[in-house]
């Protein structure tokens, strides 16, 4: 049975830029106690010898298969997760006898007649929307299904072989959305994808275009709409050195029919949103789908996202509000995200400090979510 109250000693406390001096943090009913509170007698007890607490870990792009994957995420300190898209309805916001990460969900994703999610990957027809008018009746089944926000697959039609949906029903979709109060989302992954998204008045970009940057018009654009940039670096990385090794790519390139695929372009990207200011979140893409070109792993993926962050051009700092307090904001999660009076105490213990070496979020000494331990 779980402990109702806990007490951390002796934790160095991550806040948005540092971490604190040594403190201690209670834990009563699943929330962080104000300082000075009577500590249980039948609290337990954790010594955190100078460790440092972090916020629980938000892996703003995985695909779930379920229960196992999030008891996975959870021993990597993830604790909350955002699906981008599955099949069919999954039961995984239920208990199975211990704490499990927190998951919000797109649901089905919206694709074009015949697009690769329907054609090859097995997701239901309902997911293609036909016409503008049709989005009306996708959105409205997804809000119907519980979906938290709204998942467009944005593709480049000049590639061969793409079924894209047109501008006018990128629009009626994003409409649609923000009619029902929902973030709208959009998978991408060439320059001219993330144009439409764009011009459709998206809210936040998955992924990023690994064929070329975005012209500086269509970057004050983005600025200016306050754009959000999920770019999986994880996933970029592996999917474009695993299409450029197919023999068919190659014979594409030859006759400059495909765009050459470059992870370059993946780093630039985010260096450009960091250098104006713009929102970047950590998401790993997540998964064990057999027809995609990467599967990062659930929970040590996110590790190697921070790591590349970093090497993107965030600090450490920022990397890690990338990965908490910044997609908790931005996706209103407004009690979790950071160590703070009355927050979830959804929280990672580490044995050294972050700011100063990304790598020290992967010594990870203890694990808590809702306050109860699971690591």
Same mark, same amino acid.
């Given at each position: 049975?779980?402990?109702?109250?806990t007490?951390?000693?002796?934790?160095?406390?991550?806040?948005?830029?540092?971490?604190?001096?040594?403190q201690?943090?209670?834990? +009563?009913?699943?929330?962080? &106690?104000? @300082?000075?509170?009577?500590?249980p *007698?039948?609290a337990?007890?954790?010594? !955190? #010898? $100078?460790?440092?607490?972090?916020?629980?870990?938000?892996?703003?792009?995985v695909?779930?298969?379920?229960?196992?994957a999030?008891?996975?995420?959870?021993?990597?300190?993830?604790?909350?997760?955002?699906?981008?898209?599955?099949?069919?309805?999954?039961?995984?916001?239920?208990s199975?006898?211990?704490?499990l990460?927190?998951v919000?969900?797109?649901?089905?994703?919206?694709t074009?007649?015949?697009?690769?999610?329907?054609?090859?990957?097995?997701f239901?027809?309902?997911?293609?929307?036909?016409s503008?008018?049709?989005?009306?009746?996708f959105?409205?089944?997804?809000?119907?299904?519980?979906?938290?926000?709204?998942?467009?697959?944005?593709?480049?039609?000049? +590639?061969?072989g793409?079924k &894209?949906? @047109?501008?006018?029903?990128?629009? *009626?979709?994003?409409?649609?959305?923000? !009619? #029902? $109060?929902?973030?709208?989302?959009?998978?991408?992954?060439t320059?001219?994808?993330?144009?439409?998204?764009d011009?459709a008045?998206?809210?936040?970009?998955t992924?990023t275009?690994?064929?070329?940057?975005?012209?500086?018009?269509?970057?004050?654009?983005?600025?200016?709409?306050?754009?959000?940039?999920v770019p999986?670096?994880?996933?970029?990385?592996?999917?474009?050195?695993s299409?450029?090794?197919?023999?068919?790519?190659?014979?594409?390139?030859?006759?400059?029919?495909a765009?050459r695929l470059?992870?370059?372009?993946?780093?630039?990207?985010?260096?450009?949103?960091?250098?104006?200011?713009?929102t970047?979140?950590?998401?790993?893409?997540a998964?064990?789908?057999p027809?995609?070109?990467a599967?990062?792993?659930?929970?040590?993926?996110?590790?190697?996202e921070?790591?590349?962050?970093? #090497?993107?051009g965030?600090?450490?700092?920022?990397a890690?509000?990338?990965a908490?307090g910044a997609?908790?904001?931005?996706?209103?999660?407004e009690?979790?995200?950071?160590?703070e009076?009355?927050?979830?105490?959804?929280?990672?213990?580490?044995?050294?400090?972050?700011?100063?070496?990304?790598?020290?979020?992967?010594?990870?000494?203890?694990?808590?979510i809702?306050?109860?331990?699971?690591?």
């Open positions: 049975m779980a402990t109702d109250s007490v951390i000693r002796r934790a160095r406390v991550l806040k948005r830029d540092a971490v604190t001096e040594e201690d943090v209670l834990i +009563v009913d699943g929330r962080i &106690a104000a @300082p000075g509170t009577d500590i *007698a039948e337990a007890v954790i010594d !955190a #010898a $100078g460790g440092v607490l972090l916020p629980g870990l938000i892996d703003a792009h695909h779930l298969d379920g229960p196992d999030l008891a996975q995420l959870a021993q990597w300190g993830v604790t909350t997760v955002l699906d981008m898209g599955e099949r069919a309805p999954q039961d995984l916001r239920a199975t006898g211990t704490a990460p927190a919000l969900g797109a649901g089905l994703p919206a074009a007649p015949g697009g690769m999610h329907t054609h090859k990957m097995g239901p027809t309902t997911s293609e929307i036909v503008p008018d049709d989005a009306a009746r959105v409205r089944d997804r809000i119907e299904g519980g979906s938290d926000f709204i998942k467009i697959i944005v593709e480049d039609p000049k +590639v061969p793409t &894209a949906l @047109p501008p006018a029903i990128l629009a *009626a979709l994003v409409r649609e959305g923000h !009619a #029902a $109060g929902k973030i709208v989302i959009a998978h991408v992954v320059a001219a994808a993330l144009d439409l998204a011009d008045g998206v809210d936040v970009i992924h275009p690994l064929d070329a940057q975005p012209s500086p018009e269509r970057m004050a654009h983005l600025a200016e709409r306050q754009v959000v940039l999986t670096l994880t996933m970029m990385g592996e999917a474009a050195t299409i450029t090794s197919k023999l068919m790519f190659r014979v594409l390139m030859a006759v400059r029919i765009p470059d992870y370059t372009h993946a780093q630039q990207l985010v260096r450009t949103f960091h250098d104006r200011g713009l970047v979140l950590a998401g790993t893409d998964n064990t789908e027809l995609v070109p599967r990062p792993v659930f929970g040590s993926s996110l590790h190697d921070l790591a590349l962050l970093v #090497a993107a965030l600090s450490p700092a920022e890690l509000w990338a908490t997609t908790a904001t931005v996706f209103g999660l009690d979790r995200g950071v160590v009076v009355g927050h979830r105490a959804d929280l990672v213990l580490v044995g050294a400090d972050p700011t100063r070496d990304i790598a020290a979020t992967r010594d990870i000494r203890g694990v808590w809702g306050g109860e331990r699971v690591r």
